[in-house]
Structure formats: C-alpha cells, structure tokens
Nanobody, 114 residues
Framework: QVQLVESGGGLVQPGGSLRLSCLAS????????MGWYRQAPGKQRELVAD???????NYADSVKGRFTISRDNAKKTVYLQMNSLKPEDTAVYYC????????WGQGTQVTVSS
C-alpha cells in the first residue's frame, strides 16, 4: 500500500518562507518521479514542481526562482522549499507519486496572508 504523508504547511506572511515535506512508504521511492501540486479554491489542481529519479526538475512558471524541489532517497522524502511567498500561492499542496501522478497525499494547507 502506497502512502504519502505531507507536512509543513501553515500560515505565513507575504515574502516569507515555508518548507514542505512528503514522506513516502510502500513504494520503490528511488525509481519514482515525485511531484508537488496545488489546488486553490475554484481552480484545478496544477503541477508546481516535480523531480525525476534522475534528479531532473521541472517547475511551473509561476514559481520559478522562488521554489525548489529536492529529494532524499535514503529518507524516502521529497521537499518543497518555498521562498518569497505570495498571496496567490495560497492553496492546498499535495504530494504526488508518478508521472502522471498515480498516488496522492492528503494535502497540506498553505496560506499566505497578512
């Protein structure tokens, strides 16, 4: 059984930083592409960033230069470092396994507000 558990969400002021983590179990993590997705109210879920087993990364244009995705295969964890956060980054952030994602975490709320 594949399980993905996100953590690190919360409330942060504009311009602040947050680091999300996703711990994977029940899968050969090192062979899997991992991604971070987000869904804001009234919008479809969108890819924020992903990272392949070969450590190739892709980012949405809206987060380039501000967010960084990384992984630690020994810990079976993928991270999303979010800097210079904007109110429009407010969303539920999901961890996904596969390309396209076939498994999802429960989501963690990120709210950027004054």
């Amino acid at each position: 059984q594949v399980q993905l558990v996100e953590s690190g969400g919360g409330l942060v002021q504009p311009g602040g930083s947050l680091r999300l983590s996703c711990l994977a179990s029940g899968t050969i993590f090192r062979l899997s592409t991992m991604g971070w997705y987000r869904q804001a109210p009234g919008k479809q879920r969108e890819l924020v960033a992903d990272i392949s087993s070969g450590i190739t990364t892709n980012y949405a244009d809206s987060v380039k230069g501000r967010f960084t995705i990384s992984r630690d295969n020994a810990k079976k964890t993928v991270y999303l470092q979010m800097n210079s956060l904007k109110p429009e980054d407010t969303a539920v952030y999901y961890c996904g396994l596969g390309r396209p994602a076939a498994y999802w975490g429960q989501g963690t709320q990120v709210t950027v507000s004054s």
